[in-house]
């Protein structure tokens, strides 16, 4: 038998290499095509996306059943990604996510994967994102939150930590799924708060992310999770943010994509999980009035060019003779306003996402050679739409048009990103349970 030559769970130079070669050869493509197919590949197929969407959620029926413990996450993924592209369902879609979503909801709070079936904190924050990312009169009364706050109580572990179910597993997720909703639905208090920033920091590995459970690997998702929780929980400054920042910013790729952990492959729903990441320090800074060092200040001195398509060929290295993507960055300025430069590449990410994340027929994915998902729409999107707006003032601006990759059309609602949900939806849920 062939001896185990990898860790567990590291890829292999192989695989990596398949990975790169795909990528380089599209981004080749891309550069020897005319500009005219270069509009078209760098563009957001909104239209087929749409479509892609509404056959999901039409499907959403009870002979929905390829992912049945799922289909709150399933609506708010669909949802949520609607929303970014900034369009509504009908009313008879509406009403019948609404209903289905009520039929999820346990008799003794929170919800579950589907009808009857055992509530779970992962699904409760599905099925509460999706139906304030539908928004509206009908949709955001349907949430019991009394209910709900009485199922928060039950995950409470007496160590401070929440269990994803009854008698289940505790972990960072669980911490962020339950205090998200408890905040966003207006239920937090003193009890729910009660030591899980203990549990969150215990989380944050030698590497400066955030693992899962105590002694655990850092990864893309838990860090996401532990440092929203803890910014919502006012304990954010605990962490230690310079390690956090210095891990995060090598999890972007050559490729422009990002990896959730050490050694693994590059995959698009890692640019919400990773580059929210950047758009909640960024918040977190702004909270506490301080600007986070830029780790790569070129573009301080730079002019603002009001070029409308902003094309990959800014994103190529030195004389641009080359194809071949490589680690450094690239030379090119954005912004005066250094403060406000993001963290991350975020126009290498764009490119990763349009170019090798885009299903051009709808809906997005993990990356090149693999299938469409609803997961991956839209985590890929929300990862577009942060990376959009990451260059902005202040989050009621539009974007500079250099700040987008490909046409302006391309540009996304806004994102509040401890939530990651489209900003307004999110008003206009605070607004409702700050009422009622
Ligand atoms: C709100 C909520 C429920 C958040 C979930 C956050 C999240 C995405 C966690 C990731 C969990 C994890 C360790 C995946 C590794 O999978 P893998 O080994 O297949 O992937 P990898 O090779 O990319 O690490
Ligand atoms: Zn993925």
Request: contains cysteine; glycine residues 10%.
């Given at each position: 038998?062939?001896?185990?030559?990898?860790?567990?769970?590291?890829?292999?130079?192989?695989?990596?290499?398949?990975?790169?070669?795909?990528?380089?050869?599209?981004?080749?493509?891309?550069?020897?095509?005319?500009?005219?197919?270069?509009?078209?590949?760098?563009?957001?197929?909104?239209?087929?996306?749409?479509?892609?969407?509404?056959?999901?959620?039409?499907?959403?029926?009870?002979?929905?059943?390829?992912?049945?413990?799922?289909?709150?996450?399933?609506?708010?993924?669909?949802?949520?990604?609607?929303?970014?592209?900034?369009?509504?369902?009908?009313?008879?879609?509406?009403?019948?996510?609404?209903?289905?979503?009520?039929?999820?909801?346990?008799?003794?709070?929170?919800?579950?994967?589907?009808?009857?079936?055992?509530?779970?904190?992962?699904?409760?924050?599905?099925?509460?994102?999706?139906?304030?990312?539908?928004?509206?009169?009908?949709?955001?009364?349907?949430?019991?939150?009394?209910?709900?706050?009485?199922?928060?109580?039950?995950?409470?572990?007496?160590?401070?930590?929440?269990?994803?179910?009854?008698?289940?597993?505790?972990?960072?997720?669980?911490?962020?799924?339950?205090?998200?909703?408890?905040?966003?639905?207006?239920?937090?208090?003193?009890?729910?708060?009660?030591?899980?920033?203990?549990?969150?920091?215990?989380?944050?590995?030698?590497?400066?992310?955030?693992?899962?459970?105590?002694?655990?690997?850092?990864?893309?998702?838990?860090?996401?999770?532990?440092l929203a929780a803890m910014i919502l929980i006012n304990e954010a400054d605990r962490l230690d943010l310079a390690a956090l920042i210095g891990w995060v910013v090598f999890r972007q790729g050559v490729e422009g994509g990002f990896q959730g952990r050490t050694n693994k492959l590059v995959d698009g729903c890692y640019s919400f999980w990773q580059g929210g990441v950047f758009a909640l320090l960024r918040r977190f800074h702004s909270i506490i009035g301080e600007s986070p060092t830029p780790v790569d200040q070129r573009g301080a001195e730079c002019s603002i060019d009001n070029t409308q398509t902003t094309t990959a060929s800014d994103v190529s290295e030195g004389d641009g003779s080359s194809d071949e993507i490589s680690s450094q960055g690239d030379e090119h300025c954005h912004f005066q306003h250094r403060e406000r430069e993001p963290l991350f590449h975020s126009i290498a990410l764009q490119r990763y996402l349009l170019l090798c994340s885009q299903d051009p027929r709808g809906g997005l994915r993990d990356k090149l050679r693999k299938p469409r998902d609803y997961y991956h729409t839209c985590y890929c999107l929300s990862g577009l739409s942060i990376c959009q707006h990451s260059w902005l003032k202040d989050e009621d601006s539009s974007p500079l048009p250099r700040a987008v990759l490909g046409p302006y059309s391309n540009v996304l609602e806004p994102v509040h990103p401890v939530f990651n949900i489209v900003l307004d939806r999110y008003h206009e849920a605070h607004e409702f349970f700050s009422r009622s």
């Open positions: 038998m062939e001896p185990d030559t990898e860790p567990r769970g590291t890829v292999t130079q192989r695989e990596q290499s398949m990975v790169l070669n795909d990528v380089n050869m599209l981004y080749h493509i891309y550069a020897t095509v005319p500009p005219i197919a270069q509009t078209l590949m760098m563009e957001l197929q909104r239209k087929n996306h749409v479509e892609y969407l509404l056959r999901g959620l039409q499907q959403l029926g009870p002979s929905f059943c390829s992912l049945d413990a799922n289909r709150p996450w399933i609506c708010y993924w669909i949802l949520h990604s609607m929303a970014l592209l900034g369009e509504f369902v009908d009313a008879d879609l509406e009403d019948r996510t609404i209903e289905f979503l009520s039929r999820c909801q346990d008799p003794n709070g929170g919800y579950g994967g589907g009808p009857g079936q055992m509530p779970h904190l992962a699904t409760t924050y599905a099925a509460v994102n999706a139906l304030i990312s539908l928004g509206g009169e009908k949709s955001l009364p349907s949430i019991n939150r009394s209910k709900v706050y009485t199922f928060l109580k039950c995950m409470k572990d007496p160590s401070g930590a929440f269990r994803m179910h009854d008698a289940g597993e505790i972990d960072v997720r669980a911490c962020y799924t339950a205090i998200s909703v408890a905040s966003i639905l207006n239920i937090l208090d003193d009890e729910l708060l009660q030591n899980v920033g203990n549990y969150i920091l215990s989380c944050q590995t030698y590497e400066g992310g955030i693992a899962g459970e105590p002694g655990s690997e850092a990864h893309g998702g838990y860090t996401f999770c532990g």
